[in-house]
Nanobody, 115 residues
C-alpha cells in the first residue's frame, strides 16, 4: 500500500528553483515526523530537512537559507521549496515519515540541476 507520493522534480538550471511535494495518509500527517532525504549517484542517502508534526523545521547545513520545508497536516501534504539550486543538489529526493519504530518512504523523484 503506497503511503507517500512525491511530485515536482525535474531539470532546472543553476540558480533556479523547484518545489517538491509529498502527499500521504491522514494518519501519517497527524503524528509522524516528516523528512526530505536525497541520494546523489555514488553517494549515501543524506538528510536534507525535517519537520515535526507541530511544524518545527531543521535543515542540513548545505541547504540552510536556500531550502524551506513546510507541512499542511489537514491537506496531508509536505513541501520542499528549493531556491538558488546548485549542481551539487542533483539527486533523487525522497519523502520520509517516522514515528517511534515505524517509518515510510516515498518512491523518490529526480532533481537535476544543470545548464
Amino acid at each position: 500500500q503506497v503511503q507517500l507520493v512525491e511530485s515536482g522534480g525535474g531539470l532546472v538550471q543553476p540558480g533556479g528553483s523547484l518545489r517538491l511535494s509529498c502527499v500521504g495518509s491522514p494518519t501519517i500527517f497527524r503524528t509522524y515526523e516528516m523528512h526530505w532525504y536525497r541520494q546523489a549517484p555514488g553517494k549515501q542517502r543524506e538528510l536534507v530537512a525535517g519537520i515535526t508534526s507541530g511544524g518545527t523545521a531543521n535543515y542540513a547545513d548545505s541547504v540552510k537559507g536556500r531550502f524551506t520545508i513546510e507541512r499542511d497536516n489537514p491537506k496531508t501534504m509536505m513541501t520542499l521549496q528549493m531556491n538558488n539550486l546548485e549542481s551539487e543538489d542533483t539527486a533523487v529526493y525522497y519523502c520520509h515519515a517516522a514515528f517511534d519504530l515505524d517509518e515510510y518512504w516515498g518512491q523518490g523523484i529526480q532533481v537535476t540541476v544543470s545548464s
